[in-house]
């Protein structure tokens, strides 16, 4: 057994120093016949790491959401918007609480799919600058990334569950509830819009 720590303990060092794209190990085929306690180290790095990754996802968007509330046509969105950007700096202190309370700290990361998607996001509202379909492509481009949070959301609550970490759970279920409600809120905000513009017509 010994042996068979200390082999997991290399290949997990090894992890760290090489490309992502590398990682790939033969313990992956094994996982059935590995002790419970290695299963659980596997996923509580995988935990970890998604941890780290929303953590570089709220970051981005504390920094990008300014910009898209000072572009947002209607006052309505633009507070919206603004609302959001408080709970975005409330979610990335809730995730530092997530971690400490697991005596963990944050590893750095970059979410490349949240930088994938403030980029568009930010082409779309270039592309759409004084047109009247502004607020519907702010609105498109802040549900796409609701859903991306909602689910990272939900992987990390599922994985906390199966970890046993009660209390993360709940600080995590928060969160979650209230990037459902900004989701809600922005298709309520989308099909106002809509039937504005309908009567207008
Ligand atoms: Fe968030």
């Known amino acids: 057994m010994a042996w068979g720590r200390q082999a997991y303990d290399c290949d997990r060092k090894q992890n760290h120093l090489m490309p992502k794209k590398t990682q790939s190990t033969g ?10 306690d290695n299963r659980n180290n596997d996923l509580q790095e995988l935990f970890l790491d998604e941890l780290a990754d929303v953590y570089s996802a709220e970051q981005q ?13 209607s006052d309505e969105l633009r507070e919206a918007v603004e609302e959001h950007l408080e709970q975005t700096k409330e979610h990335a202190k809730r995730l530092e609480e997530v971690a400490r309370g697991l005596d963990q700290s944050i590893k750095r990361k970059t979410c490349a799919a949240m930088k994938g998607l403030v980029e568009e996001a ?23 990334i609701e859903h991306y949070e909602i689910a990272s959301y939900g992987t990390l609550i599922a994985w906390a569950n199966q970890l046993g970490y009660s209390e993360q759970v709940e600080e995590l279920q928060q969160t979650l509830e209230e990037e459902k409600e900004t989701d809600e809120k922005l298709t309520s905000l ?6 504005q513009r309908a009567q207008a017509e």
């Not at 968007?61 to 046509?73: F, G, R, S, T, Y």
């Not at 989308?190 to 039937?195: D, G, T, V």
Request: proline share 4%; no cysteine; net charge negative.
């Open 61 to 73: 968007l504390i920094k990008a959401l300014p910009k898209v509330a000072k572009n947002a046509d």
């Open 190 to 195: 989308a099909e106002e819009m809509a039937n």
């Open 122 to 144: 930010n082409e779309v509202m270039r592309e759409q600058k004084g047109s009247s379909a502004l607020d519907a492509a702010i609105i498109a481009g802040a549900q796409k």
């Open 27 to 36: 313990k992956r085929f094994n996982t059935g016949e590995e002790p419970e």
